[in-house]
């Protein structure tokens, strides 16, 4: 009986020393999934970002595609605040306008398109808009152009 006991005992000691080193390996484990958790949400921080980033060249190739578009309009000013763009132009007509609206639409990029504003001004009109520049998820290919404004 002695022997059985004694035995048990070593047993015993063997599974106690077993479970502590797996209780190691588990707090390890434990530790390395925080940490991979941890790298997960950076990368898709990361990722978000740049899929969110409003790429200042894309934006100015994009809208310098639809002004080359448009006959009879010309930008004189552009400003940027995040995502949206404000602009000033002159056009000879709102036809050439309503024109350059369409082409900045038609790049498939420009969204919330707003023409808050346009004037006659010594037989031009002088024009404010402001588009918020949101890239296609997936690459589209351009549209056609508008019919070129005129008077």
């Given at each position: ?15 106690q020393?077993q ?5 190691n390996?588990?707090?390890?484990d434990?530790?390395?999934?925080a940490?991979?958790?941890?790298l ?17 060249v ?29 602009m ?7 036809n050439?306008?309503?024109?350059f ?21 010594a ?6 808009l ?16 508008a ?5």
């Open positions: 009986m002695t022997n059985q006991v004694a035995d048990l005992d070593n047993q015993i000691k063997q599974a020393a479970k502590a080193a797996l209780d390996v588990i707090k390890q434990q530790i390395y999934e940490r991979k958790k941890t997960e949400n950076r990368v898709k921080v990361i990722e978000g970002l740049q899929r969110n980033q409003v790429s200042p894309m934006a100015l190739d994009q809208l310098s595609e639809a002004v080359q578009r448009t006959q009879f309009v010309w930008l004189s000013n552009l400003d940027q605040n995040n995502a949206v763009l404000s000033n132009g002159v056009g000879t007509s709102l050439a306008i309503a024109d609206y369409t082409n900045l639409t038609a790049t498939g990029y420009f969204k919330n398109i707003d023409v808050s504003n346009a004037q006659d001004s037989g031009n009109f002088v024009f404010s402001k588009a918020e520049f949101s890239p296609p998820r997936t690459a589209a290919p351009a549209g056609q152009p019919a070129a404004g005129g008077n």
